[in-house]
């Protein structure tokens, strides 16, 4: 079973980390596959649907110069504090990595203890409300190490309608000479209606300050992570989900008995509510069974069968990093392994069959849209009997 068996359904390019160390674009409907900033691969990338509500993030419209004497910051970008008065200079542009940057160097005697801020946003453009998880990003990088500010980092700055500042959510961040991408997750308090994603360094009253940064690719999300970067130039921009599935397969699915095999990253973060994800499905008439990751608990994963006889819930206990996991199945014999343990059994559970159909990194029968897995896949297998445990154990440990 090749990849090109499966068919990839997701509108729109999709940005992940090339083997040569730059960002490369996938095209509609083509699968993401991303690798490390050392080469080695990572996995294929299925995502979730999402907005980049920034624009201009890839900071088009400047013009070389100083702010305020010639030069202008990119489109829809603001300083919604400069209090310590630095000179700002728009040195120029370009693309590191694959990645569009500009160049923006700070200068000056700071008239204020204070923080100067650089949003990448109007101030009264993103809506957003109270409760929601918002996550903004940025790529960064220090162009003069020697000179440098006291501290900086991401401000996500949450405001009323007319723009007026309710609270803020920051995250110190370190740059360095390497573009890195740099993200922080807040939850609007209440009274937010506007979010807005900010660069800010802090600065000593009286110190002399010179310092030049490199900034690119901005990106807010409602989302409890920064998801995969979706370049803006004008516009908000819908990077749409990752729809990977197998139909017609029911030779390749066990029907009475079978082992479902899935190796992956798991990213330690909660998103709470009913929001499941799911790395393997097998889905038909006759019900479907699959493995999900639980909301509830961070980290967590458990195996579900809808339709057929009884109910299954097998719960896994903790993951983070990569991992290993099959879920073996036959009539009232259900096993959950995960990294060489098994976390799990249900001897009350029949096998709803017939399956025909293979969700991959989504599950397929859930009364709405799929559940996402949002995440890294490294290698899936299907195994048309269940199993032993032995081979269970030897399959999936680490």
């Given at each position: 079973m090749a990849f090109g068996d499966f068919t990839v359904d997701r509108i729109g390019a999709k940005y992940v980390l090339g083997s040569g160390g730059s960002y490369v674009s996938y095209a509609t409907d083509e699968p993401a596959f991303e690798f490390n900033s050392d080469g080695s691969y990572k996995g294929l990338l299925v995502e979730p649907a999402s907005t980049n509500q920034v624009r201009n993030g890839s900071a088009t419209g400047s013009t070389t110069g100083v702010f305020g004497s010639g030069g202008a910051l990119p489109t829809n970008w603001n300083t919604p504090n400069n209090s310590a008065g630095l000179a700002i200079e728009i040195i120029g542009t370009g693309t590191e990595n694959g990645v569009s940057y500009i160049d923006l160097k700070f200068s000056g005697t700071a008239a204020a203890s204070s923080a100067t801020r650089l949003g990448f946003e109007q101030p009264t453009q993103i809506v957003a409300a109270p409760s929601e998880v918002w996550t903004s990003s940025f790529f960064a990088k220090a162009i003069d190490l020697t000179a440098a500010y006291d501290a900086t980092?991401?401000?996500?700055?949450?405001?009323?309608?007319?723009?007026?500042?309710?609270?803020?959510?920051?995250?110190?961040?370190?740059?360095?000479?390497?573009?890195?991408?740099?993200?922080?997750?807040?939850?609007?308090?209440a009274t937010t209606a506007r979010v807005v994603p900010e660069i800010f360094f802090n600065l000593t009253n009286g110190q002399a300050y010179d310092f030049t940064v490199r900034l690119g690719w901005?990106?807010?999300?409602?989302?409890?992570?920064?998801?995969?970067?979706?370049?803006?130039?004008?516009?908000?921009?819908?990077?749409?989900?990752?729809?990977?599935?197998?139909?017609?397969?029911?030779?390749?699915?066990?029907?009475?008995?079978?082992?479902?095999?899935?190796?992956?990253?798991?990213?330690?973060?909660?998103?709470?509510?009913?929001?499941?994800?799911?790395?393997?499905?097998?889905?038909?008439?006759?019900?479907?069974?699959?493995?999900?990751?639980?909301?509830?608990?961070?980290?967590?994963?458990?195996?579900?069968?809808?339709?057929?006889?009884?109910?299954?819930?097998?719960?896994?206990?903790?993951?983070?990093?990569?991992?290993?996991?099959?879920?073996?199945?036959?009539?009232?014999?259900?096993?959950?392994?995960?990294?060489?343990?098994?976390?799990?059994?249900?001897?009350?559970?029949?096998?709803?069959?017939?399956?025909?159909?293979?969700?991959?990194?989504?599950?397929?029968?859930?009364?709405?849209?799929?559940?996402?897995?949002?995440d890294h896949i490294r290698a899936v297998a299907l195994f048309?009997?269940?199993?032993?445990?032995?081979?269970?154990?030897?399959?999936?440990?680490?």
């Open positions: 980092g991401i401000q996500q700055s949450y405001r009323t309608a007319a723009g007026v500042f309710v609270a803020s959510t920051v995250g110190t961040k370190t740059l360095t000479s390497s573009l890195v991408r740099y993200s922080e997750t807040g939850t609007a308090p901005a990106q807010i999300e409602k989302s409890p992570i920064a998801t995969s970067p979706i370049p803006t130039s004008g516009s908000t921009v819908t990077r749409n989900k990752d729809d990977i599935t197998l139909g017609s397969a029911s030779s390749l699915i066990g029907q009475t008995e079978g082992t479902l095999y899935f190796e992956g990253t798991m990213r330690a973060y909660l998103t709470g509510g009913s929001n499941y994800r799911a790395l393997l499905s097998i889905d038909g008439s006759g019900g479907t069974i699959r493995i999900l990751r639980d909301p509830t608990s961070d980290d967590v994963f458990f195996a579900e069968k809808l339709g057929g006889s009884g109910a299954l819930y097998i719960g896994s206990g903790s993951v983070t990093g990569t991992f290993k996991c099959a879920l073996a199945y036959k009539n009232n014999d259900y096993e959950l392994y995960v990294n060489g343990v098994s976390k799990g059994t249900d001897t009350s559970a029949g096998v709803p069959s017939p399956f025909d159909t293979i969700g991959l990194g989504q599950d397929l029968t859930v009364g709405g849209s799929p559940r996402i897995w949002n048309t009997r269940r199993l032993s445990d032995a081979e269970c154990i030897a399959l999936t440990t680490l």
